[in-house]
């Protein structure tokens, strides 16, 4: 069953990448520090034209149309689908299948904003995007386009040194590679947890666990023989 | 290749996925990477990047099939989406792309959507003229479509007596000045225009209809009043590229909520996109025409000494130029 939204679209490599949209919420906050980025540039562009007079203000009208309908256009499509907001939100917006976003994509998701916005501040995507799966405002399923999460591979470490030192062992008696792999990925979080907490979480093994006096340490013994640690 | 296990799997591949995330982690933010990695490192370069990118989609095919840990499964799938957002970037020739649109596909698009154009076309100049000959009969109409305060500032603009510029409430207002206002302005509406088909097509519709009646009830109202040189003699010079770029952005919004309305045999959303591609296609050219229209209305049309002669053959000349480009340009090419 899935209780995520993410998706998977297959490549000509022959894998599956995965893909998970961003709901409304974090779309709202990119948002947000966007609108107040261009607030401020208007009026810093205000502040400049009253010096230079009527040449300057219209000036400011033209670079205020431009900002008005490209602001999200130009960081879209040169800067990896992500305008300041949605970059510090950790969004970005790409085709549904997974490439970088087209400049034709770009332009009618950000032109048909203003549809998105009526009736009153972005009703018509909020009710579009509860009813699409993949969070899709108008303007996406116009653009074929998505907001998705852009992943974050930092925070997992594939090593840890004290867990790493202890001796590998076989497992006592056959694993199903299902078991084998909950096995492996117990043992990667095991460093964040607590020792009681972990053998606690072990003891749930049942007959794997038995005997063992520290049934956290014996698993990831398992772990470090399956994956093959010498 | 043997079955091997994780570990020796990891430790045969980790160079070749380190340099591959240091590419990746470049190519996202160069600034933040020289930020981190100091200003004097050499940024990283990728020998054959799809070669390595199709080799680590393979390892992700394998890391699957044997069941690896999903922590090293998810760090493969994050190289691979990274990378593919990467390889298949659209590289464009932008200067060409511009120039083949102008010389064949925005005109053949045109043509290729006629009917539209014939829907957009009565939409809009069946109000505008219907107001325009309405008003020389029954001239306390415009109050029912304009206020009187509108009214009032309307007939200021173009009073005869008015002979530095006209087409604007005060005479201090400079070309730059209208320039930029009429290019938020306009194109605005255009897109909006545009943006409004995706409602079923109401909302082009609404805006077409409602600029008909609105320009139709201008023009109709100043030429009673007999105020005829100075108003048409200032509208005569960018209505050409004016009122043929809204025409086209009905179009394109009727384009959108055709989509809608009428998907045909594909699904509403796949006609939608689609159609989304044509009438985008449509609305850059039509962006470009306002404009241009825009610049010819702050900086010729509103020249007040310059003969009516001269406005009007321009004028005409516009009109020739604009029907000409869009019946002739671009045909007998293979688009």
Redesign the interface.
């Given at each position: 069953m899935q209780i995520d939204t993410t998706y998977s679209v297959a490549?000509p490599?022959?894998?599956h990448?995965?893909?998970t949209p961003a709901g409304p919420i974090p779309r709202i906050y990119a948002w947000s520090i966007d609108i107040f980025i261009r607030v401020f540039l208007y009026i810093g562009i205000g502040f400049t034209a009253r010096l230079l007079?009527?040449?300057g203000?219209?000036?400011?009208?033209?670079v205020?149309?431009i900002i008005?309908?490209f602001y999200p256009v130009f960081f879209e499509v040169l800067y990896?689908?992500q305008t300041p907001g949605k970059k510090m939100f950790n969004l970005y917006v790409?085709q549904e299948n997974?490439?970088?976003v087209?400049?034709?994509s770009s332009?009618?998701r950000n032109?048909?904003?203003?549809?998105d916005f009526?009736p009153l501040l972005y009703g018509?995507a909020f009710v579009s995007m509860m009813l699409s799966d993949k969070f899709q405002r108008?303007g996406d399923?116009?653009?074929?386009t998505v907001v998705l999460y852009r992943?974050d591979?930092s925070t997992?470490s594939?090593s840890n040194e004290e867990l790493d030192t202890i001796k590998p062992q076989h497992p006592p008696f056959a694993l199903t590679?299902?078991e084998?792999?909950s096995i492996?990925?117990f043992s990667?979080r095991m460093h964040r947890l607590h020792h009681d907490r972990s053998d606690e979480l072990a003891r749930l093994t049942g007959d794997l666990v038995r005997d063992q006096k520290h049934p956290a340490q014996y698993l990831q013994a398992i772990a470090n023989s399956?994956?093959?640690?010498? | 290749m043997s079955n091997i296990k994780q570990e020796p799997f990891i430790a045969r591949h980790q160079a070749q996925w380190e340099q591959f995330e240091n590419w990746l982690a470049y190519k996202q933010s160069p600034r933040q990477w020289q930020r981190k990695h100091g200003e004097q490192v050499t940024p990283p370069t990728l020998e054959d990047m799809p070669r390595q990118y199709r080799q680590i989609c393979h390892h992700l095919a394998i890391a699957n099939t044997r069941m690896y840990s999903p922590l090293l499964i998810k760090r493969l799938d994050h190289m691979v989406t990274q990378g593919h957002q990467h390889l298949y970037e659209i590289r464009t020739h932008f200067l060409r792309s511009i120039s083949r649109y102008f010389t064949r596909t925005f005109p053949a698009l045109i043509r290729q959507e006629w009917r539209l154009l014939v829907i957009a076309s009565l939409l809009f100049y069946v109000p505008f003229f219907a107001m325009l000959i309405g008003l020389q009969f029954y001239p306390d109409m415009v109050y029912s479509v304009l206020d009187g305060s509108s009214v009032r500032s309307i007939e200021s603009m173009y009073d005869p007596s008015l002979h530095e510029r006209f087409g604007r409430e005060r005479e201090a207002d400079s070309d730059v000045l209208m320039f930029g206002h009429y290019i938020l302005n306009n194109t605005s509406i255009d897109f909006r225009t545009f943006a409004g088909g995706l409602f079923f097509g109401i909302g082009t519709l609404f805006y077409t209809l409602f600029n008909g009646v609105y320009i139709g009830a201008v023009a109709g109202h100043l030429t009673q009043l007999g105020y005829i040189d100075t108003f048409w003699g200032f509208v005569s010079g960018h209505a050409s590229l004016e009122l043929t770029a809204l025409v086209f952005s009905a179009a394109a919004g009727l384009k959108l909520g055709a989509a809608i309305i009428r998907p045909g045999r594909k699904s509403r959303i796949r006609a939608l996109i689609d159609n989304g591609k044509i009438s985008m296609n449509i609305m850059y050219g039509t962006a470009t025409m306002t404009i241009m229209a825009a610049f010819v209305e702050a900086f010729w049309s509103s020249i007040a000494w310059m003969p009516l002669v001269v406005k009007y053959s321009v004028s005409a000349l516009l009109w020739a130029l604009v029907i000409s480009y869009f019946v002739w340009m671009g045909r007998n090419r293979a688009a």
């Open positions: 490549t490599e022959g894998i990448l995965h893909l007079g009527n040449f203000a219209g000036l400011g009208l033209i205020i149309f008005e309908w990896n689908g790409a997974g490439a970088p087209s400049i034709g332009m009618v032109i048909i904003r203003f549809i009526f018509f108008l399923l116009a653009a074929n992943p591979n997992h594939l590679p299902k084998q792999q492996i990925n990667h399956l994956t093959g640690k010498v | -």
